[in-house]
């Protein structure tokens, strides 16, 4: 009994001496808030409005209030927010009335609308150079425009899988970004332009396009006789990069054929280096690697036969490129299903890798991670062979903001565009007129190449082939990376040629 009252004793003074925690209740008015240490947005929504998942309700009226009062945030990502900010949290009912409207997929619904409304620009460039590059075009926009508010509606990875997913359900629903990036050539045909796109013909004319892109390039962009979209770029799919110290150390030099690459991979297995590094966890990669082993296998001409039925996919080039592949993937991390092509060329940058094949926007993300070290080459067979993709940006019918729209593509298609945004990207100008100066060693060596080399369309990446016969042979490639099988492989390649009604 003694020790039952000595515990109600106890619990007494406890209850006198240390001090409650309740949350907040929701707020019944706005109010101001300063960020402190430690602050998240979901966090001050739990604590002011009783549910974390109203914090888009804070973002977006704080970036409304910072139209008229700069003051006030302006929150471009909801993961950052940083002490001393002041924020609007609004009362329950505010918040109520904006979440009964909120859509994730419209991303513009957390920011402001301008004088002159907004620019919603969608794309999947979220990591080093290429949000860089589009972050310097943002600026000459703003310049130019500063009474319309930027949107940037990226959706990360897949080499724009997961962006596509979501910009095809707008584009179906009536209610779609103002522009959103798209690779030239065949992939247009995945948005049945004529149905749900502008063509901007007017703009080529304009602007005067035609007379400084280059002609090939004109070519790959027009379908059904009308231009959709604006190139900012031209980047090449096939490059080889390696660690210069790591090759000087052992005395190696690019491997220009595939028994070089196989003689290289064994000196550098042997001193104890990754030979061969890749990532293949967002699908596209190992597809992307070999559609430049194809070209290094078969030659340009053959290779560009492949996409229209002049080449069979029963050739036996087609049957000694998987074999080379397999040769390749031999010397590759084990772990390459865990890691996206970003995550891979770590091990370059550590050391610790040999070579890697993919495009040069990897000479964009290795010089915004400050590397240095890097040196490149054609992948072995493709000395001469330039495997191209161009991004553009097109406008869709119904664009909320259309006139904003096309403001933005007379900015992505100008001198002034195109110079702000390749350096930080790692492309070259789809313009024939940009200064070499402006460019670093790498891009100078790539725009040389462009008006040189004989020019293939890149496949994984929309310019070669429409986009379900991307899907099938991107399908086809995964499963070989899996199971080494090349006359299973083989077989569905020409099965997939055969879906999309090329071969017979």
Known sequence: MKRLISLFMIVAMLAIFVPTTFAAPPAQEGQDYIVLAGDWLSKIADKYLGNPYSWPAIMALTNQKHLTDSTYAKIINADLIYPGWKLYVPSQEEAEAFLATYDKNKPELLYATGAKGQLVVGSWWTAGGEAEGLNEMFKIYSQKYPDVEIVNATVAGGAGTNFKAVLKTRLIGGDPPDTFQLHAGLEVETYSPEQYLEPVDDIYASEGLEAVFPADLLTLLKYNGHYWGVPVNIHRSNVLWYNKAVF????????????????????????????FVLGTKDGWEAGHIFEDVLAGTLGAEKYKGLWTGETP???????????????MLSYANPDHSAHTWDSAGEFLIAGTGGMMIMGDWTDGWFTSKGFTGYGWAPPPGTDGIFVALSDSFALPKNAPNAENARNWLKVCGSLEGQEAFNPKKGSICARTDCDPALFNEYLQSAMVDWSQDAIVP?????????????????????LFVASGDVAAAQAGLQQACVDAGVCQ
Not at 248 to 273: M, R, Y
Not at 313 to 327: I, R, Y
């Open 313 to 327: 996919w029963t050739d036996p080039g087609v049957t000694q490129a998987l074999e080379n592949f397999k040769m």
């Open 248 to 275: 000087e150390a052992n005395n190696l030099t690019p491997p220009t054929t595939f028994e070089e690459f196989q003689a290289v991979a064994e000196a550098l297995k042997a001193a104890g280096i990754q030979p």
């Open 458 to 478: 890149s496949v994984i990446h929309g310019a070669a082939a429409k986009e379900s016969w991307v899907t099938d042979y991107k399908d086809v490639i995964t």
